[in-house]
């Protein structure tokens, strides 16, 4: 990238709709309080973008020519975070403002040295995509452009900043957020880069499985999951990021799957504000596998249980080379796999049992899942739906019928076997 400074296009915000009261009124004292000590300042990024389609900002992110030593004796309730590299977080209340320097070109998050400080048009093209490097100041009312990124708004398209290919291997998430934001903002992906992301797919094995972990969640726990994970098999993507389900995922993970319902219903979830758990997540995008893995060791004559702990264990090892999938997470991931075997056991106490157990509601929902997309027996679900819903004397009169009918229930349990 040249050094020559670009001159912006500038735009009035007001041709946008943009006016200082659509921000943050912490975002516009932060700008404010920055210009009147002396330092250019602007909002800039994702706010700017979702501002001018229309779309509530989730946060507002400031950018100035101050160093972050300066911009703390600016502020006095400024705290400075970051190592590599340093920006100071304002705390107003709940809300939170994230002040960052002027950087330079290249070394994004994570960059190797120390601060790398730059000018405001260097800041603009080190960001990922052209629609994400708006830089807005509320005082003048005014939007600088020094990529294009008004021109791909207004065409919908989102476009890497600079040569694709260099900046997709300078940072191999960028193809993730490529996905991502084409998904959130339904624009086109610019040129031919779509088959850029098939082609250096693989570099993401590069990445930390920790960070993969983080965009996973943003990928599949943000009301996208269907249409991300279509699109991440569009470009096969979804192969990369899960080897043990890269098998069941061909061009798009079939429509029927357990896979696609469970993020189906994770999006209804998000939408009605309902919490959603990387445990329940993760234990639908390795089921087909685990499951497969757990027939395998069946036919070569290991036990149920012992083949669904091994099958949990080989599928597990394998993922985690890609993803870091947090103990707290796995523990119940494992749990909600170990218990679909335990809806067949119906006699006695053990229904009862199972039902006042603390991992009851996970396992009971997963097998909704697997029932739905004609994985496990439909009437063992609705027989446990039942269950649920009768009182004390109802449930156990559902248990003694289960023994008063030992022909249906022996037809019915070869039936689960197979499926299970
Ligand atoms: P969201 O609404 O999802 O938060 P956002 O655009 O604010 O979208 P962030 O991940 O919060 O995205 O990042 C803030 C800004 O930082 C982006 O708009 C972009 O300009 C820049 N950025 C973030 N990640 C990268 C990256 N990997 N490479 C280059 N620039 C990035
Ligand atoms: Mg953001």
């Not at 400024?78 to 070109?105: D, M, P, S």
């Not at 100041?137 to 008004?150: A, F, Q």
């Not at 947090?326 to 006695?348: A, H, N, T």
């Amino acid at each position: 990238m040249s050094d020559t400074p670009v001159e912006p296009r500038i735009v009035e915000a007001l041709h946008y709709g943009i006016t200082p009261e659509r921000i943050s009124a912490h975002a516009r004292q932060v700008v404010e309080r920055l210009q009147d000590a002396g330092y250019t300042a602007h909002l800039v990024g994702g706010c700017i973008r979702d501002l001018i389609l229309g779309h509530a900002p989730k946060d507002f992110d400031v950018v100035t020519e101050a160093h972050p030593e300066e911009i703390r004796l600016v502020f006095r309730n400024a705290r400075l975070i970051g190592r590599r590299f340093r920006l100071a977080h304002v705390q107003f209340g709940r809300e939170i403002i994230e002040v960052a320097t002027y950087r330079a070109a290249p070394a994004a998050e994570p960059g190797e040295g120390d601060n790398i400080f730059g000018s405001i048009d260097e800041d603009a093209r080190r960001r990922d995509f052209t629609v994400n490097a708006l830089y807005y100041d509320p005082v003048e009312g005014l939007i600088r452009d020094y990529v294009g990124g008004l021109a791909d708004l207004e065409a919908r398209v989102l476009r890497v900043i600079g040569d694709p290919e260099e900046r997709f291997r300078e940072d191999p998430v960028r193809m993730l957020r490529a996905v991502r934001f084409a998904v959130r903002l339904q624009f086109e992906l610019a040129r031919h880069d779509d088959r850029l992301l098939a082609r250096l797919g693989p570099l993401l094995h590069d990445i930390s499985p920790a960070r993969l972990f983080e965009e996973v969640l943003k990928l599949f726990q943000a009301g996208n999951a269907v249409a991300n994970c279509e699109a991440l098999c569009e470009h096969h993507l979804f192969g990369v990021l899960f080897p043990p389900s890269a098998a069941f995922a061909g061009h798009k993970y079939p429509q029927d799957s357990v896979l696609m319902r469970a993020l189906a219903s994770t999006d209804q979830r998000v939408a009605e504000g309902k919490p959603v758990t990387p445990a329940f997540l993760f234990a639908a995008l390795l089921w087909d596998p685990v499951h497969e893995g757990a027939s395998r060791f069946v036919a070569q004559g290991v036990a149920p249980a012992d083949a669904w702990q091994r099958a949990a264990e080989e599928i597990l090892h394998a993922q985690l080379k890609t993803i870091t999938v947090p103990k707290r997470f796995s523990v119940p991931m494992r749990e909600i796999w170990l218990l679909q075997s335990r809806f067949d056991r119906r006699g006695g106490r053990q229904a009862l049992r199972f039902l006042e157990s603390k991992r009851f509601r996970a396992a009971y929902d997963f097998l909704g899942l697997r029932a739905h997309a004609s994985d496990a027996d439909r009437a063992l679900f609705d027989w446990w739906t039942r269950f649920q819903e009768v009182d004390d004397s109802g449930r156990q009169a559902m248990v003694e019928a289960l023994s008063e009918q030992p022909e249906k229930r022996t037809r019915r349990r070869r039936r689960s076997r197979r499926a299970r």
